[in-house]
């Protein structure tokens, strides 16, 4: 396979990277109330499993992002997935809890390599006519990695004998799967190393944070992102419980509606050419509380239906709200894409907190009417984003 050109062994490489990331951190989402019994622990703190990570993740992606480009992306790639695959061997032997979500947290950090430098990697050593294909690739690499592992960890708990067992069959095929990147990442080229200055960092970061319209884009994403990832976790919860009392082969299933997100990516930037990329994020959210209002009949059937919606309407919002950064931000775009990242995986991570009361209170219909409620500040966000627009157009007009 060494014989592959070197730009080929670059995209291979990548999208298997990808695949090891997504599957490790989120083959345990079906199984939350599998924890839940197995750990004798709450709802709130069940969630914490699927939390912990992504946190990690949001401020991993920080870190590396910046660390890499003094010292080169591979380097970083190959380490921080090889300790996140560790760490999977790792988790299947621990009993307490609270070491659980410890070790869960810093696999986050340490995984989020990929999603802090693989686009990076691609930009520096493809040709531009190449990287739009390359980059599709990736993207379609996170789903798989994500959706196979969710289906491995759903069947685990139900025919290898537990969720344990079924964690260290992931950390077996990731380690496989890790020999293949080792064995065949070339070495960069075209990488030009930039002297590390945290201070630069910073002061772009705070740049990025003054600018009214990108602050609300940020806080738009962790919203959509975070009802979206625990609106799933909720979900395995209820559908373990009564009136389902589904098992956890037939409750990963659910996750093949991330499918619809798949679908709405590609369609998302065949919008944005006829319309604007504000206009995408109001279709994706508007589609994300009409899939709500429907899954409040609460049969399977709604359910299905309403999940597949949901995807297709976040991931519509968040490619056309990730387009919109890099065509706002005309310095700094790599510190921009990061505090992007950053408020992604932390809305993922914290979303839990605001969602958890009204599941306590009202269960399912209770985490809809959270859902609806995040998704209605959203809309409130886009509002304010077009009147400052307005606001600029108008004052720009005047000078």
Not at 25 to 41: N, T
Not at 181 to 196: A, D, E, G, N, T
Not at 354 to 377: H, K, M, N, S, V
Request: charged share 10%; glycine share 10%.
């Amino acid at each position: 396979m060494k014989t592959l050109p070197h730009y080929t062994r670059f995209v291979i490489c990548v999208c298997l990277f990808s695949v090891i990331t997504f599957a490790n951190i989120y083959w345990l989402q079906p199984l939350l109330p599998v924890l839940q019994q197995d750990f004798q622990i709450s709802s709130l703190a069940a969630n914490f499993a699927m939390s912990a990570p992504l946190l990690g993740m949001g401020l991993g992606l920080v870190i590396f992002a910046s660390w890499s480009d003094a010292i080169g992306r591979c380097p970083i790639l190959l380490g921080g997935t090889a300790v996140g695959v560790f760490v999977s061997a790792l988790l299947p032997l621990v009993d307490s809890y609270s070491v659980f979500l410890t070790l869960r947290f810093f696999q986050g950090m340490f995984l989020s390599v990929c999603p802090a430098l693989a686009v990076p990697l691609l930009g520096d050593e493809l040709r531009k006519s190449w990287l739009a294909g390359a980059v599709g690739l990736y993207i379609a690499s996170n789903t798989l990695g994500g959706l196979c592992s969710r289906l491995l960890g759903g069947i685990s708990a139900e025919y290898f004998g537990g969720w344990a067992n079924g964690g260290l069959i992931l950390a077996g095929i990731s380690l496989i799967l890790f020999g293949i990147v080792y064995y065949l990442l070339p070495q960069q080229r075209h990488f030009k190393p930039v002297p590390l200055r945290l201070d630069r960092s910073f002061k772009a970061f705070g740049e990025h944070l003054k600018r009214p319209q990108l602050l609300l884009i940020y806080i738009l994403i962790c919203l959509a992102f975070g009802t979206f990832v625990n609106l799933s976790n909720y979900l395995m919860l209820v559908l373990g419980d009564a009136p389902y009392h589904l098992p956890s082969d037939l409750r990963s299933l659910m996750f093949l509606t991330m499918l619809g997100g798949t679908t709405s990516s590609s369609l998302a930037g065949k919008f944005a050419r006829k319309h604007s990329q504000i206009s995408g994020i109001v279709l994706g959210i508007g589609i994300m509380l009409g899939a709500n209002l429907f899954m409040c009949w609460s049969n399977i059937y709604s359910l299905v239906i309403g999940m597949v919606l949901v995807a297709f309407g976040f991931f519509f919002c968040h490619a056309n709200a990730n387009t919109l950064i890099g065509r706002t931000v005309t310095g700094n775009k790599g510190s921009a894409q990061a505090l992007y990242s950053l408020f992604y995986y932390s809305g993922a991570s914290l979303g839990v907190f605001f969602l958890e009361p009204f599941y306590q209170e009202f269960g399912w219909q209770g985490i809809l009417d959270g859902t609806r409620i995040a998704l209605g500040l959203c809309l409130v966000c886009v509002v304010i984003y077009c009147w400052l627009a307005t606001l600029n157009h108008d004052h720009s007009h005047a000078l």
